[in-house]
């Protein structure tokens, strides 16, 4: 079992700290505003604390699920209390009507991340192709993450097979531009017909 901080209060922090709670992890909140860090930690209950804003973390993973745009300025305002944690971006940076990516195209939220980070931040992107009602709806989808730490996303798999999710290891962190692209594949499927209860997955692991 893991120790997770999820930094953010909204709709992903609550759905993956319910999983987290459900699957025997400990669970420590932290926002900025910390009336809503509280409301999310009793709605939690099992035992889910809070933590101050900016304080190092209790969590070994620490789990970015504010908007892309406040990911790097959090990560940097954490500054050297992110030393040594596996952070986690599960962040989607779409521009304002969700048609392309509010990146570069030669990088991504996560590898911005790990630019701002300390040097012994390991992280990993996860979670993006995820919707959070279909994360709240506990059927055992697959989770798509990319990084260059071996032992970091050998980590994060353990904590998302505890979720009752399925890890999928996508390769180093380069591949996080593809996965915040997928994001945005997800929702140009889900807007023109399929709908927002759909989630992506592989067919055919394990066979040659
Ligand atoms: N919702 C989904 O289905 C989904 C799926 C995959 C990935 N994601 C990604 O997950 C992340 C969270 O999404 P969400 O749906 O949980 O959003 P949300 O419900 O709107 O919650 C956003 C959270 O981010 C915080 N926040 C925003 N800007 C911030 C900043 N500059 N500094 C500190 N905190 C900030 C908000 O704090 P305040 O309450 O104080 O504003 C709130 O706690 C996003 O990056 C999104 O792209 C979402």
């Known amino acids: 079992m893991s ?5 953010g209060s909204g709709n992903m922090a609550r759905a993956i700290g319910t999983l987290a ?4 992890n400990t669970v420590e909140v932290m926002a900025r505003n910390p ?9 939690l209950g099992n035992g889910a604390t809070t933590g101050a804003w ?38 989607n940076p779409f521009n304002a009507d969700a048609s392309g990516l509010a990146v570069p195209h ?23 192709t995820l919707f959070s009602h279909v994360l709240a709806a506990g059927d055992p989808v697959d989770v ?6 071996t032992r970091a996303k050998a980590s994060v798999s353990a904590f998302i097979t505890t979720l009752g999710l399925r890890p999928r290891d996508a390769g ?9 692209g997928a994001g945005l594949l997800e929702v140009g499927l889900a807007r023109n017909g399929l709908g927002f209860g759909i989630s992506f997955g592989v067919n055919g692991a394990g066979t040659e």
């Open 144 to 149: 798509f993450m990319a990084g260059d730490d």
């Open 3 to 7: 120790s997770i901080s999820i930094i």
């Open 106 to 128: 030669d990088t991504s939220v996560a590898q911005m991340i790990a630019e701002a980070a300390p040097s012994t931040t390991r992280v990993v992107k996860a979670f993006n």
């Open 172 to 180: 180093d962190l380069s591949m996080a531009h593809w996965l915040e």
């Open 54 to 91: 900016r304080a190092t973390p209790t969590g070994d993973i620490v789990i970015i699920a504010v908007l892309f745009a406040g990911a790097v300025p959090v990560v940097s305002q954490y500054g050297e209390a992110l030393a040594d944690k596996i952070v986690v971006d599960i962040t």
């Open 35 to 43: 009336d809503k860090a509280a409301a999310l930690a009793r709605a």
């Open 21 to 24: 709670l459900e699957g025997g």
